[in-house]
Nanobody, 125 residues
Framework: QVQLVESGGGLVQAGGSLRLSCTTSGLTFSTNAMGWFRQAPGKEREFAAAINYSGATTNYADSVKGRFTISRDNAKKTVYLQMNSLKPEDTAVYYC??????????????????WGQGTQVTVSS
């Protein structure tokens, strides 16, 4: 059984920080590229950050670049999203996902096949 479980969301004031974790099971995690996406009410799910199998290559949406950092610990089968300088517009449900293949696009939800249940991040002004 494949499972991805996000944690670490919560309520934070603008300018604050949170670290999200995504623990996985049932995957050959060390060979899988991973991503973080987010979805605000009434909006489409959008790309936030991606990481390759080893952690050597990362990609970020322009909206989070310089503020968010994606990382992974293959021994723990966990991917992280460190979020700093949070803004109210970062408020969303955050999801982690497994990329189907590394040759697929890192920013398109269609190229990810396994998803977690999401964790709510709320940033107050």
């Amino acid at each position: 059984q494949v499972q991805l479980v996000e944690s670490g969301g919560g309520l934070v004031q603008a300018g604050g920080s949170l670290r999200l974790s995504c623990t996985t099971s049932g995957l050959t995690f060390s060979t899988n590229a991973m991503g973080w996406f987010r979805q605000a009410p009434g909006k489409e799910r959008e790309f936030a950050a991606a990481i390759n199998y080893s952690g050597a290559t990362t990609n970020y949406a322009d909206s989070v670049k310089g503020r968010f950092t994606i990382s992974r610990d293959n021994a723990k089968k966990t991917v992280y999203l460190q979020m700093n300088s949070l803004k109210p517009e970062d408020t969303a449900v955050y999801y982690c996902a497994r990329r189907k293949t590394y040759s697929g696009s890192y920013y398109d939800t269609d190229n990810y096949d396994y998803w977690g249940q999401g964790t709510q991040v709320t940033v107050s002004s």
